[in-house]
C-alpha cells in the first residue's frame, strides 16, 4: 500500500525492490521491450510515464 500511496502523490515511491531485482540485458521480456522501442528510465503506457 505505501507504493500505491506514493504513486498517487502521497510521497516518493519505494525503489529498493527495483534496484535489488533489476532486469538484465539476457532477459526475454527485457528484450522484447527494447524490440518495441522502449528503453531503459522509461515508463510505460500512453503516458510514458
Do not use: H, I, R
Not at 505505501?2 to 534496484?19: I, M, Q, T
Not at 532477459?27 to 510514458?48: A, I, P, R, V, Y
Amino acid at each position: 500500500m505505501d507504493k500505491y500511496s506514493a504513486v498517487k502523490g502521497a510521497g516518493e515511491p519505494d525503489l529498493s525492490d527495483y534496484k535489488e531485482f533489476k532486469l538484465k540485458e539476457d532477459n526475454k521480456g527485457f528484450q522484447m521491450l527494447q524490440k518495441l522501442g522502449w528503453t531503459e528510465g522509461q515508463g510505460l503506457g500512453s503516458d510514458g510515464g
